[in-house]
């Protein structure tokens, strides 16, 4: 079973629409990072968190540490949005990350 | 625009052969890392750093070697006896030396690598 598990694996949308990725992990972690992988391979840091809830205009992340889960929301998704998501857990004892496989999401106009 | 530069962007090389990735930061971040991407796996550590003139081994370092004779710089190099050394290499750095892996990564664009 993989430590990091996210879902759905392939999301496609409508623009405008409201959009959720989720995170599952099975180890203790000290944080959580959200990354963005663009088509042509650069990855950009969306957020870090390691409790609650964090918001950067219109990407909103939540954690819950006690369930084991993150969640990426994209309100008013517009084709820009189009990317892989990636989940990446800090691991409690060495703060190494684990990285999911990723979410690769596509909007249409 | 302060950044990571990772070159060049595509590399092909013979099997045998060693080959040299470059990256190269001007963020003053202390840390400095590589990570190998495969189709459909998460991104892999396979060298660290955060400071000059050390650094340590990730999960894959097996067939790798590195060097950090400079703050901005981070240079990985891939020999013969990587098995498979095709993929796409990414290079990331982060601001401070504690703690390194609970602050904000910066990455690189990425190297793919082709070995023939």
């Known amino acids: 079973k993989n430590e990091v598990e996210q879902s759905p694996q392939n999301l496609t949308a409508q623009e405008g629409e409201f959009i959720t990725i989720n995170c599952s992990y099975s180890v203790g972690i000290s944080a959580l990072h959200w990354l963005q992988q663009h088509p042509g391979g650069g990855i950009v840091s969306l957020f870090m968190?390691?409790?609650g809830k964090k918001k950067h205009g219109r990407l909103i992340a939540t954690i819950n540490i006690q369930e084991k889960h993150s969640s990426l929301h994209i309100t008013a998704s517009h084709p820009r949005d189009s990317a892989v998501y990636i989940c990446?857990?800090?691991?409690?004892?060495?703060?190494?990350?684990?990285f999911g496989t990723g979410t690769r999401l596509q909007v249409f106009p | 625009d302060g950044g990571i530069t990772q070159s060049p962007k595509y590399l092909f090389r013979k099997e045998g052969q060693n080959v040299t990735l470059s990256c190269e930061q001007n963020l003053n971040h202390d840390a400095m890392y590589w990570y190998r991407q495969d189709p459909g796996q998460g991104l892999r550590l396979i060298y660290y750093?955060?400071?000059?003139?050390?650094?340590q081994k990730g999960d894959i370092a097996e067939g790798y070697s590195v060097s950090r004779e400079k703050k901005e710089s981070f240079p990985l190099t891939v020999t013969s006896a990587q098995k498979n050394p095709t993929a796409f290499y990414l290079c990331?750095?982060?601001?401070?030396?504690?703690?390194?892996?609970?602050?904000?990564?910066?990455f690189g664009n990425g190297t793919r690598l082709t070995v023939t």
């Open positions: 990446a857990p800090a691991e409690y004892n060495t703060d190494k990350l684990i």
């Open positions: 968190l390691s409790s």
């Open positions: 750093s955060q400071i000059v003139n050390d650094f």
């Open positions: 990331a750095s982060s601001p401070t030396g504690d703690a390194y892996f609970l602050s904000p990564l910066h």
